[in-house]
T-cell receptor
Framework: DAGVIQSPRHEVTEMGQEVTLRCKPI?????LFWYRQTMMRGLELLIY????????DSGMPEDRFSAKMPNASFSTLKIQPSEPRDSAVYFC????????????FGDGTRLSIL | AQKVTQAQTEISVVEKEDVTLDCVYE???????LFWYKQPPSGELVFLIR??????QNEISGRYSWNFQKSTSSFNFTITASQVVDSAVYFC???????????FGTGTRLQVFP
């Protein structure tokens, strides 16, 4: 079975540019989560969806960040405009439901904003 | 409030040594779930094991074993006869029954030297 697929794996861009990160969850999973990982703050939950509907976006740091899930097989996390402090590894994870079910993570996108 | 504490920031061992990674959690819920994830140097997050609060039976999987003790609110992870391939950051995580969010500890970096 295919796991969670994220693209791109690496992104290097200049400050001020728009960045779009993509995620394809595991088929049949109802929940999708976006995380950010940095040395200083560890793993942070940014936002999560249930059946394509955003449930909690309290972790989204600023209005520069937005996330969408137009259908069950695709989600995007967008940063506009990007800033150097946005440099981090961004993970997408999915699970069939919460509680007992573990979240399955993608390989992450390593984002560097110059 | 829920919290996961991994007090060991970094552990270094020599190959074939046994090593235990500590995880202490806090929750007021009677039903909850505990997880361990591994993050190797390549960066992906890999699910290792899950436990629910009603199952205190220890688990062994090859060289890996997990000790869940509700009396001390701990879910410790032991690697027997460690190998270089075990070098990674290991995360413990907690989810309460009535929430979707996974609360991660700060991780323990394990370095196994040949």
């Amino acid at each position: 079975d295919a796991g969670v697929i994220q693209s791109p794996r690496h992104e290097v861009t200049e400050m001020g540019q728009e960045v779009t990160l993509r995620c394809k969850p595991i088929s049949g999973h109802d929940y999708l989560f976006w995380y950010r990982q940095t040395m200083m703050r560890g793993l942070e939950l940014l936002i999560y969806f249930n059946n394509n509907v955003p449930i909690d976006d309290s972790g989204m740091p600023e209005d520069r960040f937005s996330a969408k899930m137009p259908n069950a097989s695709f989600s995007t996390l967008k940063i506009q405009p990007s800033e150097p402090r946005d440099s981090a590894v961004y993970f997408c994870a999915s699970s069939p439901r919460t509680g007992w079910e573990p979240q399955h993570f993608g390989d992450g996108t390593r984002l560097s904003i110059l | 409030a829920q919290k996961v504490t991994q007090a060991q920031t970094e552990i270094s061992v020599v190959e074939k040594e046994d090593v235990t990674l500590d995880c202490v959690y806090e929750t007021r819920d009677t039903t909850y779930y505990l997880f361990w994830y591994k993050q190797p140097p390549s960066g992906e997050l890999v699910f290792l094991i899950r436990r629910n609060s009603f199952d205190e039976q220890n688990e062994i999987s090859g060289r890996y074993s997990w000790n869940f003790q509700k009396s001390t609110s701990s879910f410790n992870f032991t690697i027997t006869a460690s190998q270089v391939v075990d070098s990674a950051v290991y995360f413990c995580a907690l989810r309460a029954y009535n929430t979707d969010k996974l609360i991660f500890g700060t991780g323990t970096r394990l370095q196994v030297f040949p």
